[in-house]
């Protein structure tokens, strides 16, 4: 019996690697099928050696965390790559990433792309929005093709498992590729290699690079908060989850309560508006939605 990972899955066959790197195309057995059990890209497998390549896998161990899109499991961490022009900065979405990534136990990073692009103006501005996150307590880094990689960013990805979002344009496959030339990130691309037309190859692969696991698709194309209920979402404001523990109720939704210490955050800086502002638009979001039974 051996232990591995398991960085792909395509065509019915999960591909695992051991710690000594070498990779097992390996199916699961029909218990699985009895268990409900879906092995996913991210598990930790036992498995069976069949082959000097292929194998049966035996279990999956219990996951930290689940995503949905792309699916992808024991994800470690994120870089939220949000580009300073072309596209345009947007807080909200952003932000917006951050809910969903707090949600789910990630640790993230912020990558401000397209430096070498932005205007001086546009600089201004990220600066502001720079020190705002980092206050907050999140790091962040710039990213520009005329400067060498912030090393910051090499360590953060030198072990575990991440994932990169950002809104398409960003440039998050420049980024995986200014870090491991060899690296080819297949955005959804259609398929040379299968040829098959318009066909998409929509599998996930982890890829090694500089030293730690980075999921290939950047899928979170929608980002919806459908697993999240309106009392937890101030927990994902890491900001507002700080001040609300001072607040009279525990059930507080930071709105019109009496002696709602976010309120009172927000109106003396600590909180930032925008931030709350983002918060009551999220909120309504999951207020609105329709009821789940
Ligand atoms: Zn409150």
């Known amino acids: 019996m051996a232990k591995g990972r398991i960085v792909k899955a395509l065509s019915g066959f999960y591909y695992v690697q051991t710690e000594d790197d070498t990779l097992y195309a390996c199916k699961g057995r029909g218990v699985f099928r009895n268990k409900k059990i879906t092995p996913l890209v991210g598990d930790l497998v036992t498995f069976d050696i069949i082959s000097e390549d292929e194998g049966y896998i035996t279990t999956v161990s219990e996951r930290k ?8 499991v024991n994800v470690d961490k994120a870089l939220i790559v949000s580009s300073i022009t072309e596209p345009k900065f947007s807080a909200q979405l952003l932000d917006r ?12 990073m ?34 520009s093709l005329e400067e060498p990689v912030d090393s910051t960013l090499l360590q953060f990805l030198k072990e575990d ?22 690296f080819q990130i297949e955005t959804g691309e259609i398929s040379k290699s299968l040829g098959r037309g318009r066909h998409t190859t929509r599998h996930v692969e982890l890829h090694e690079i500089n030293g730690g696991l980075v999921a290939d698709t950047p899928g979170f194309s929608s980002i919806d908060f459908a697993h999240i209920e309106a009392e937890q979402l101030g927990d994902y404001f890491i900001d507002i989850k700080e001040q609300a523990k001072y607040c009279r109720f525990r ?29 009551k638009l999220f909120l309504q979001e999951i207020l609105s939605r329709k009821p789940r039974y």
């Open 110 to 143: 912020l990558v401000l792309s397209k430096k070498d692009l932005a205007t001086e103006k546009e600089i201004e501005t990220i600066e502001r929005y720079k020190a705002q996150y980092e206050k907050i307590g999140y790091k962040v880094v710039y990213f």
């Open 251 to 279: 059930s507080c939704l930071h709105l019109n309560e009496p002696q709602c210490q976010v309120k009172k955050a927000v109106e003396e800086k600590i909180i930032f508006k925008e931030r709350y502002k983002h918060y």
């Open 161 to 182: 498992i991440t994932v990169i979002m950002g809104q398409t344009g960003v440039g998050k496959s420049t980024i995986l590729n200014a870090i491991e030339p060899s």
């Open 97 to 108: 990433f951050l809910v969903v990534v707090e949600s789910k136990g990630i640790e993230p």
């Open 65 to 72: 965390n689940e995503l949905v899109r792309p699916p992808i």
